[in-house]
Antibody, heavy 125, light 108 residues
Framework: QVQLQESGPGLVKPSETLSLTCSVSGGSISSYYWNWIRQPAGKGLEWIGRIYSSGKSNYNPSLRSRVSMSVDTSRNQFSLKLNSVTAADTAVYYC???????????????????WGQGALVTVSS | EIVLTQSPGTLSLSPGERATLSCRAS???????LAWYQQKPGQAPRLLIYGASSRATGIPDRFSGSESGTDFTLTISRLEPEDFAVYYC?????????FGQGTKVEIK
C-alpha cells in the first residue's frame, strides 16, 4: 500500500519561501507523476503542479512564476517550493500520486489515487 | 481553464436515501477524464470514481458515476452513515486539472 507523508514548517513569514517535502513509502517513486494540491480552510482544492520521476514538471499557470518542484528518487521523496508567499497561500498542502504508470507527456493528466494526510501551512509574521 | 460547477451546494438527506450530485463543465470534458472524490473533515480526499463511471479500488457499488454531455452525475444509491461528507468532481482533460467547489452531503 502506497503511503505519502508531507513534512515541513507549519509557519512561514510573508515574502519568504514555503518548502514542503513528500515522502513516499510502500512503492517506488519511479514511473509516476507526483502532485501538489492545496486547500484553504473551508474552501475547495487547487492543483499546484506535478513532477515526474525523471524531473520533468508542470505547474498551474496561476502559480508558475513562484513554484518549483524537485524529486529525489534515491530517497523516494519529492519537494515543493513556493516563494514570495502571502496570507493567501495559507492552506493545507497535499501531495498526491497520479494513478497511471509511465510518462504520458506534458499535456495529459490522470486522476489522483493516493494522497498524503496534508500539512497545514500558515503564512503570518 | 475548465470551470466545474457542482450542484447543489448542500444536500440534506437521511441514511438509506438516494443522493444525486451534479457536476457541470464550462467546456467539453471527455468522460475518460472526470473523477469524483470524497472528503471527510480533517482527511485527504479519497478517489471514488474515475473515467466518469469506473469505481476505484475498494469503493462500494452503491457509488456510481454517469455522464450526459457536459454534465456528470455521482449517485449514491443508499446513503450509509459513513457517506456523509463533501464530494468533489475533478477534470483532467485539459491543463490545469481543476476541481469543482464541492457538494456537502449532510444528515437531515
Amino acid at each position: 500500500q502506497v503511503q505519502l507523508q508531507e513534512s515541513g514548517p507549519g509557519l512561514v513569514k510573508p515574502s519568504e519561501t514555503l518548502s514542503l517535502t513528500c515522502s513516499v513509502s510502500g512503492g517506488s517513486i519511479s514511473s509516476y507523476y507526483w502532485n501538489w494540491i492545496r486547500q484553504p480552510a473551508g474552501k475547495g482544492l487547487e492543483w499546484i503542479g506535478r513532477i515526474y520521476s525523471s524531473g520533468k514538471s508542470n505547474y498551474n499557470p496561476s502559480l508558475r512564476s513562484r513554484v518549483s518542484m524537485s524529486v529525489d528518487t534515491s530517497r523516494n521523496q519529492f519537494s515543493l517550493k513556493l516563494n514570495s508567499v502571502t496570507a493567501a497561500d495559507t492552506a493545507v498542502y497535499y501531495c498526491a500520486r497520479e494513478g497511471r504508470v509511465g510518462y504520458y507527456g506534458s499535456e495529459s493528466y490522470y486522476n489522483f489515487d493516493y494522497w498524503g494526510q496534508g500539512a497545514l501551512v500558515t503564512v503570518s509574521s | 481553464e475548465i470551470v466545474l460547477t457542482q450542484s447543489p451546494g448542500t444536500l440534506s438527506l437521511s441514511p438509506g436515501e438516494r443522493a444525486t450530485l451534479s457536476c457541470r463543465a464550462s467546456q467539453s470534458v471527455s468522460s475518460s477524464y472526470l473523477a469524483w472524490y470524497q472528503q471527510k473533515p480533517g482527511q485527504a480526499p479519497r478517489l471514488l470514481i474515475y473515467g466518469a463511471s469506473s469505481r476505484a479500488t475498494g469503493i462500494p457499488d452503491r457509488f456510481s458515476g454517469s455522464e450526459s454531455g457536459t454534465d456528470f452525475t455521482l449517485t449514491i444509491s443508499r446513503l450509509e452513515p459513513e457517506d456523509f461528507a463533501v464530494y468533489y468532481c475533478q477534470q483532467y482533460h485539459t491543463s490545469p486539472p481543476t476541481f469543482g467547489q464541492g457538494t456537502k452531503v449532510e444528515i437531515k
